[in-house]
């Protein structure tokens, strides 16, 4: 285990911070609302994001306003330190497997594959929620109940739905369960199989909806924004 890993696991001994972490993972938040939520103090809030930003959890980034000094806001980092024992070399693994597929395949059926494996998880993915919550017929609501705010929050943490209505839902994950995978192919990984995953989405609603994605992390963005409506 390198000093590296150690100092990240004393850093996540204190609960506050797991709080805290846990809270960010969530979405991006400003100290005071983090100090809020925890019912803590900001002097307090502010020490602990000092200690989760030294070991590379989290980061600062600003926005800018209309006037006055643009707001600081923290969020996961991008690539934040991964604990395991033993350590796993999964990205070396990864980047085998891309490579030897991607050769013995060629271009195009290699993105044949990895689309219609993308359409498979997203038609399962939709199948088993209908299943455990009874959905018979998908629609703006249910979707966002049963999926957004419970399969997808629980592999990525809690999405920020930015516009609703009876026939359109925004919403915006900032954690990307495959993000070192995505920033090292993200023509594969976000053009082939999201697509992909998507149109399997789709598929399973019976075509009663459209799912697109104008914004994604691995091509620059803060955040995955999906657009659900009414087909």
């Not at 690539?79 to 891309?98: C, G, W």
């Not at 495959?178 to 019976?206: D, F, H, K, W």
Request: with cysteine; hydrophobic share 35%.
């Amino acid at each position: 285990m390198s000093v590296d890993e150690i100092e990240v696991y004393r850093v996540l001994t204190s609960k506050s911070r797991l709080e805290i972490f846990r809270l960010l993972y969530a979405g991006p938040k400003g100290i005071k609302e983090i100090a809020d939520r925890l019912s803590l103090g900001l002097f307090t809030v502010r020490y602990h994001m000092k200690a989760l930003e030294s070991v590379g959890l989290i980061e600062r980034y600003e926005v800018k306003g209309r006037r006055g000094k643009p707001k600081a806001y923290y969020k996961v980092s991008d690539n934040p330190p991964i604990l395991t024992f033993p350590k796993r070399q999964y990205q070396a693994f990864s980047d085998s497997m891309m490579n030897a597929f991607q050769k013995a395949l060629g271009e195009e059926n290699f993105k044949k594959v990895l689309f219609e494996m993308g359409r498979n998880m997203g038609k399962e993915a939709l199948a088993a929620v209908a299943k455990e919550h009874g959905v018979r017929e998908w629609d703006i609501a249910s979707f966002k109940e049963y999926y957004v705010n419970r399969a997808v929050a629980d592999s990525v943490g809690e999405p920020e739905v930015v516009d609703e209505g009876k026939d359109r839902l925004v919403y915006r994950i900032y954690n990307c369960p495959l993000l070192e995978l995505a920033n090292r192919y993200p023509e594969y990984v976000c053009s082939t199989i999201e697509e992909g995953q998507r149109e399997g989405i789709m598929e399973a609603t019976g075509r009663r909806l459209v799912v697109e994605r104008p914004t994604c992390i691995a091509h620059g963005d803060r955040f995955c924004e999906f657009e659900v409506r009414i087909a």
